[in-house]
């Protein structure tokens, strides 16, 4: 195993940097600077740290991995996106996969695009319902059982990951809304890490369906089991059960995801305020029922509707905004406000039960 270098001097510290900040502003200029020269200042002190090799070459395979695939996806950054999980055991023609090709194809025909990790059954089902041109694959080299279907083999959107993190990372970056069907492990895992991710912040708020096929009973045994062991336990709380959606009817499931867009565009995070922004204003009646409706999830203060704020510096200006002091852990109930702004003006309005009535 290498051994670690003694620590820099003051004065070597400042000459790497300067060394870095010069060779940064010659070859990759731009607005991001300050983080390539975090990122460079990174691998050299893994480099003083005496990484093995074997660490070494993961953080390059990664980072390579990552690269490539961002530079994929940015010609179509501005087309939504939803990611299909399932098995790659499901063989065509069975009621599970006529299900996920007939869900691609209606979110096709909503100018939406499929990914999913390129494989047979119910990867295969989506990128045939989607068609070739509004598939992306993301595949995963394996020993056994993955090899890459025939319809997105060969696509200049089709990556190829060594890593699962890697891959996991882009199936959820990439996606405005996941569509799970019934698998194996390595279904359910993705299912969990997606609900995990949003439920604790660390993935921005998407819907999540999950589609047996018609009269099916996988989701229906899956979500037992979830309120049995989890939900009854107190190992998740109520207001996570509204994280996802169940169903066995491809429309059902397509109105859930464009409803989630009906009117909420997306949020971020300014400072200590969460800003959502908005395709349409809400009226002032409807911004002062959802401060009261939803007071349990703020730090103090109101939900305020403003236009963008000046921190923001984001390429969505126009839209209008809805300001508030989130606590930052009621995600499920912050996934109900979001129904709600989407239900005002809709002649029947999703009745949300203000927590603790």
């Known amino acids: 195993m290498p051994e670690s270098l003694p620590l820099l001097t003051d004065a070597e510290r400042a000459e790497r940097d300067a060394a870095i900040a010069d060779f940064v502003r010659r070859f990759c200029p731009g607005p991001d600077a300050e983080l390539y020269e975090n990122m460079i200042r990174t691998i050299c002190r893994m480099a003083r740290d005496g990484a093995v090799r074997a660490d070494a070459k993961l953080v390059d395979r990664a980072l390579q991995e990552l690269r490539y695939a961002f530079k994929t996806f ?9 990611t299909i999980f399932g098995s790659s055991r499901t063989p065509e023609g069975h ?8 869900f691609a194809e209606r979110m096709r025909q909503c100018n939406w695009m499929v990914i999913t990790g390129a494989g047979d059954g119910i990867m295969k089902a989506g990128h045939g319902g989607a068609g070739r ?11 056994f059982e993955q090899k890459t279907n025939e319809i997105i083999e060969g696509d200049k959107k089709l990556i190829n990951f060594k890593y699962f993190f890697t891959r996991k990372l882009l199936f959820t970056k990439e996606a405005k809304a996941v569509a799970l069907f019934p698998g194996g492990f390595g279904t359910q895992d993705e299912g969990f890490e997606v609900m995990t991710l949003v439920q604790t912040g660390k993935a921005m708020m998407v819907p999540i369906v999950l589609l047996d096929a018609p009269g099916g009973t996988y989701w229906q045994h899956w979500r037992t089991y979830v309120k049995a062991e989890l939900l009854h336990t107190g190992m998740i709380s109520p207001e996570d059960m509204h994280l996802f959606k169940l169903t066995d009817d491809v429309e059902t499931a397509v109105e859930e995801i ?26 002032p009646r409807d911004v002062q029922r959802l401060s009261g409706d ?8 109101d939900i305020v509707q403003t236009s963008a704020l000046e921190e923001e510096g984001d390429d969505v200006p126009g839209l209008p905004r809805l300001v508030m002091h989130f606590n930052r852990k009621s995600h499920g109930r ?17 009745q949300v039960t203000p927590a603790g009535r």
């Open 74 to 82: 940015a010609p179509y950054e501005h087309i939504p996106k939803v």
């Open 95 to 102: 009621p599970e996969y006529v299900q996920a090709v007939r």
């Open 133 to 143: 041109e509004a598939s992306f694959g993301v595949a995963i080299s394996l020993p």
């Open 258 to 283: 464009l409803r989630f867009y009906r009117r909420f565009h997306s949020y971020r995070y300014v400072r200590d305020k969460l800003v959502l922004r908005l395709k349409s204003p809400l009226e």
């Open 294 to 301: 939803f007071a349990d999830i703020l730090d103090g203060g």
């Open 334 to 350: 912050l996934r109900e406000l979001i129904d709600a702004v989407n239900a005002f003006g809709v002649g029947s309005e999703r």
